[in-house]
């Protein structure tokens, strides 16, 4: 283990916390939060000359069509550029080319609007790890029929399912969808949060009991991760609530959330083939939204640092490197 060395750089760096439901909030210590960031770095594949393309991560997202082309790719290109070998993007015909312009990275599907999207999507499903469903989808009712037939075919193949955006609003319309299904991992913001919450709880969201609420909503969901995003980033599995404070900016540009959905993409399939050795018995997707929450507010930090009020979500995916390296590698 490599945590020894590095507790006094991770006490500077950052005041995260690890609480635990039956604890009423009772804040841990440095060694829990030590301990957390331990385990994301114990599920990062190392860089060795004996691995093949692919087996870091082929990461598919799902999203991208006339008015959102910038969501996804965030998205793709930070699962990219936080390890995984290939990125897909899966968007309407319309986006496509858009998307391709924006990077020769990526690998991009126009079927999303085609009549047999499920289908075209079903056919790369065995060679993805993980799928992103959300960013820049919108809220067409056909487009977000296709996102609900993939979800299920993604389901149907055990793999980790993140859903974002305009996937969270499919979900609080039937959330039966991927209810139960403890390989997915929520990641509402504030008002995808409280839509969520009122369609499954029948109430408005206690604004004086934020870890209550995720944690009502992960066990009404059936203890899937949910990443409740905000000043302070709370991930729940329904049993325990990790806290993510480290510091970013105040700076709130859109697309910083594409940037943490699709991260997550990549460390969610790390902690999941890394076995319980490896999360030392945790939860692997709490330990990966941790991961990518972190990773997120340290490409903010930075971007700030450089640009201040100009930063924009481009910024911070040309940070993820550097904030990766200063967060992970040891
Ligand atoms: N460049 C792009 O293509 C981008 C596209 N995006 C896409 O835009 C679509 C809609 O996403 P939205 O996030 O706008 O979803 P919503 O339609 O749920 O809107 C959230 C709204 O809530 C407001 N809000 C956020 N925090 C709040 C708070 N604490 N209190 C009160 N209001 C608050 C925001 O201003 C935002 O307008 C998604 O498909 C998303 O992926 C975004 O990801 C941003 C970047
Ligand atoms: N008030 C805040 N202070 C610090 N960090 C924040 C704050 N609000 C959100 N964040 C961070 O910004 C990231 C994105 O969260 P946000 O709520 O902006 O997502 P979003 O609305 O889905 O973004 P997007 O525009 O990509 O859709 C998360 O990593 C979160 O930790
Ligand atoms: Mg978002």
């Not at 996804?72 to 990219?80: D, E, G, N, R």
Request: proline letters at 4%; charged letters at 20%.
């Amino acid at each position: 283990m490599r945590v020894a060395r590095s507790f006094p750089r991770l006490a500077a760096m950052n005041k995260n916390v690890i609480e635990r439901t039956f604890s009423l909030h009772r804040t841990h210590t440095l060694k829990d939060m030590e301990n957390i960031f331990q385990l994301v770095r114990n599920v990062i594949p190392p860089l060795t000359g004996k691995r093949h393309k692919g087996q870091d991560g082929r990461i598919g997202i799902v999203g991208g069509c006339q008015e959102y082309t910038g969501a996804p790719y965030f998205a793709a290109i930070t699962a990219l550029k936080a390890g995984a070998d290939l990125s897909h993007v899966f968007c309407t015909k319309d986006a496509a080319t858009v998307i391709k312009s924006y990077s020769p990275e990526l690998i991009v599907h126009p079927v999303l609007d085609s009549p047999n999207a499920v289908y075209e999507v079903e056919k790369w499903l065995p060679r993805l790890h993980s799928v992103v469903i959300g960013p820049g989808l919108g809220r067409d009712e056909v487009l977000l029929e296709n996102a609900k037939g993939i979800i299920e075919k993604s389901k149907l193949k055990g793999i980790p399912i993140i859903i974002d955006a305009d996937g969270l609003w499919l979900i609080s319309q039937q959330p039966s969808i991927i209810q139960g299904y403890q390989r997915a991992i929520l990641t509402p913001n504030y008002m995808e949060f409280s839509r969520l919450y009122e369609a499954m709880l029948r109430d408005p969201v206690d604004s004086s009991d934020h870890h209550g609420c995720v944690l009502r909503l992960s066990q009404a969901m059936g203890n899937l991760t949910v990443v409740q995003k905000g000043e302070r980033d709370l991930i729940s599995d329904g049993d325990k609530v990790l806290v993510c404070s480290h510091e970013g900016s105040s700076r709130r540009c859109g697309g910083q959330g594409d940037l943490l959905s699709g991260s997550l993409g990549v460390l969610a399939h790390w902690a999941f083939m890394a076995g319980a050795e490896k999360t030392n018995g945790q939860n692997p997707f709490l330990v990966a939204a941790f991961g990518a929450c972190s990773l997120t507010r340290q490409c903010n930090n930075q971007a700030f640092q450089k640009f201040g009020r100009s930063m924009t979500a481009s910024d911070m995916v040309s940070e993820v490197g550097t904030a990766f390296n200063k967060l992970f590698e040891t």
